[in-house]
């Protein structure tokens, strides 16, 4: 097959894996937290997800795709990746393969920032400064959070509060994509009203665990 066939292939894959995505997250989402339908659909969210990343990357790199795509992409991904290995590990101990899967995340947002000019506002300007923000807020955090005291980190279930946030920040940023490339003419509301949607979800979700005894979300 030619570039052109490659290139057509990759967008089937990468819609069909990220509509995937979004159908394991909701059922994530929905169904009994720490249940056994719950833990399924987010292993199968996080496999289906890599692929997203995958042919994203595929996307800007080789087939010279929207470089902003770059950004929503490890923005998910990150998010993602970072949910998953803070709900396995439950701790803030210093951890040298999650700092560099940091460090080269932030690599990648500073070539975003360096090529931004070239790029130009393909998407709204909101859209793309709060994406940016928010990736650069995670890394930071995720770098700051080894000063947090072990025992209060554990106590206080912050891994479980960033569970939550990371991995709906995860769904929130395939469905911006996922409806601002279907619903392009309602821009930069139709990118815009799926993250206010993900930070009422975090906001319900972290207030149900907050006032809720420590063994009614059953740990992994």
Request: contains cysteine.
């Amino acid at each position: 097959m030619n570039m052109e066939a490659w290139h057509t292939l990759n967008i089937y894959l990468h819609v069909l894996s990220g509509s995937i995505a979004l159908l394991l997250g909701s059922i994530a989402l929905l169904s009994k937290k720490g249940g056994k339908l719950h833990r399924r659909a987010g292993r199968l969210f996080l496999k289906v997800i890599s692929v997203v990343i995958v042919t994203g990357l595929l996307g800007v790199f080789i087939f010279g795709r929207n470089t902003f795509l770059l950004v929503i992409t490890v923005l998910s991904g990150y998010v993602a990746y970072s949910g998953f290995r803070v709900l396995k590990l439950k701790n803030n101990q210093v951890n040298i393969t999650d700092i560099l899967v940091g460090i080269l995340t932030l690599m990648v947002l500073v070539y975003f920032l360096y090529y931004f000019r070239e790029i130009g506002m393909i998407w709204s300007p909101v859209i793309i400064y709060s994406t940016v923000g928010a990736l650069l807020v995670v890394i930071i955090y995720d770098f700051c959070k080894y000063l947090i005291p072990q025992s209060t980190y554990s106590e206080k279930r912050i891994w479980l509060y960033e569970h939550i946030y990371k991995m709906t920040s995860a769904f929130a940023a395939l469905l911006s994509a996922f409806t601002g490339t279907v619903l392009d003419q309602y821009q930069p509301y139709s990118q815009f009203l799926p993250s206010v949607l993900g930070i009422l979800i975090i906001i319900g979700f972290m207030i149900w665990v907050t006032f809720r005894p420590a063994g009614a979300v059953r740990r992994k």
